[in-house]
């Protein structure tokens, strides 16, 4: 597995840089659509920043049975983020439905002017 | 039957572990306003009783709690599990939910609000009231993020286009800066293996500056507040009451209590609520937009309960209660612009309404206001209490705004108002209002104005002859620069911070901001 071969500290690197492609797509993506994908870039890299930190004692599932506990990874970072995941699942279907209401009468769903027709 | 099996499985280590009668008032306490906000999608007439009921409940849950020994704490689980503690702090914050949660049920009852409305409202107030009693961040979180959602579809309950896009984008902001918020979490959990607060102390810097990140947004403090005026004044009024009288609270609490729990977050705190209040006063002071005031004075008002943690809650008690009652009462004006306004009379009772609201943010005495900002003052010393004197004037000047507005007294009967007042001002876009204000409108009033004069006789100790002069000189000040100068100063502040790219971005320079106050303080190590 070539994600194994990598060290720790790459890997987090690789995360946060994703988490920050999402957070300038947010900004720099013209496109409503776009930018709530891009929001889920961003928590794309949170979920595996966390799954990273769990797996700084070890890869094993800790999961009570006969065989001898190994190097197990720590699974309240897991529980946590998957609490998380839910979360951001539901906000991003609420977004969703929001944006369908929105492209009623803004076809091209173009923030810019989505604000400049809805703002005072 | 969780709760049970919860409540049964406790450690009973901690020295001031708590009864266990009270950890399973305290959960039902916390879990039955979920249950009865759906419960409300099965019985829809029974929305607005349930609301008020979960109201009462919490209202006397908070003063149950007020009368037992504080703090208690309680963990569930394990030492990875939910902390809770609930002391002063959260007492006081808690009658504030309740009463505001009360005034704007009763303000809504002879409405036609549908049941998902009030399901909204009592989901709210349970995940607001979750919040005002955990100390661990992953709970924080949870609950931060159901309000989040709440308030989103509150928003969002006229389905207007431009409701949506307030509430769409209200909801952009908050998940963004709850996912730097995460990032922190982990690296809190990662240096100490626990969630609890008090772990911000040797985490990593970073931690500090990315979770306060998240929570200053939630709270719309200094630049990462810039989403609260237009979200605020295109809301609903009750909506608005509820957004700025207890959801702004929710992000407050956290910082509050952390400030309480590790010291050195606390000049982090300090320096920001000065930004804060005075960016916020500044743009009170400026703004000619009734409920725009409002909202821009929340972002100067949060700065007052972070500059002094100790005076924290009985701050937010008294603004809330005021805020949500100037919400209900400029929702009910004929016109939202100022200037409008002054040649349009208002009823007495309404003024009465916004006079009395003013008066206590103005920290008039008689009125809770007054108390609370004689005890933030007291807690502040040199330059920092210079900037929150200074800070108070501009909240006189701008709320002198509502109070010095003309008055039609004698005349009561409103039906001569409409008649009139055409042809004084024939291009008004809105048709004078009738002023006409509905029985819930008073039923919230007592229960708001009520809250400010009770909370009041809480701190009597406050009415010295040296407080009393200062906050008199300060309004008389206020209100003579009102009168000599920014009566008729009319500068309109660019809005293009507000966009909402602008917004997002801001996050980016707040962060680094943060991070660097974080390490002026040696809070840990850096990554």
Known sequence: MFALALPMSVLAALMLATILFGFFGIIFKQNLMMKIIA???????????YVLVAARTGWATPIVSGVPPGAYADPVPQAVILTAIVIGFSIQALMLVGV????????TLESREIEKSSTP | MSLLSLAANLPAASPDAAPQEWVMLTLVWIALPLLAGFSVALWPRLGRYLALFIALLSLSYGVGQWLQPLPQTLQLLDNFGVLLQIDDLSVQFIWLNSLV????????????????????????????????????????????EVIGIAAFLLIAYPRSNRAIWVSLRYLFVSNTAMLFYLVGVILVYQA?????????????????????????????????GLWLPLTYAEADPPVSAMLSGVVGKAGVFPLVRCALMVEEVAPILLSLSLGTVLLGVTYAILEQDARRLLAVSSISQVGFVLVAPAAAGFYALSHGLAKAALFLAAGNLPSRDLVKLRSQPLSP????????????????????????????????????????????VGTAIAFAKFLFLPVQWGRADPQTQPQTQPQTQPQTETPAAPAQLQPGFWGAMVVLIGG????????LELYTVNDLTKALVIIAGGWLAYGLVFRHLQVALPRVV??????????????????????????????
């Open chain 1, 39 to 49: 929001m889920d870039v961003m928590s794309t890299g949170v979920i595996a920043y």
């Open chain 1, 100 to 107: 369908m209401k929105l492209a009623r009468d803004n076809p």
């Open chain 2, 101 to 144: 949660l009360a005034a704007v049920v009763i303000y809504c009852w002879p409405s036609s609000k549908r049941a998902f409305f009030y399901t909204q409202m009592i989901i709210l107030h349970g995940s607001i009231n979750a919040v005002f009693i955990c100390a661990d961040f992953i709970s924080l979180y949870v609950a931060l």
């Open chain 2, 192 to 224: 100490h293996g626990s969630f609890a607060f008090s772990g911000l102390l040797g985490a990593p810097v970073e931690a500090t500056a990315l979770i306060f990140l998240g929570l200053l947004t939630k709270a719309g403090v200094f630049i990462s």
């Open chain 2, 349 to 392: 009772q309404l003024w009465s309404v916004l006079a009395l609201g003013s008066l206590s943010i103005s920290g008039f005495p008689l009125l809770s206001g007054f108390g609370a900002k004689a005890m933030t003052l007291k807690q502040l010393s040199g330059w920092a209490e210079i900037a929150m004197t200074v800070a108070a």
């Open chain 2, 452 to 459: 400010l004069f009770a909370a009041n006789g809480l701190h």
């Open chain 2, 498 to 527: 507000e966009e909402f790219e602008n917004l997002i971005g801001v996050m980016s320079l707040v962060l680094v901001g943060l991070f660097w106050l974080a390490i002026q303080q040696n809070l840990g190590p850096v990554l």
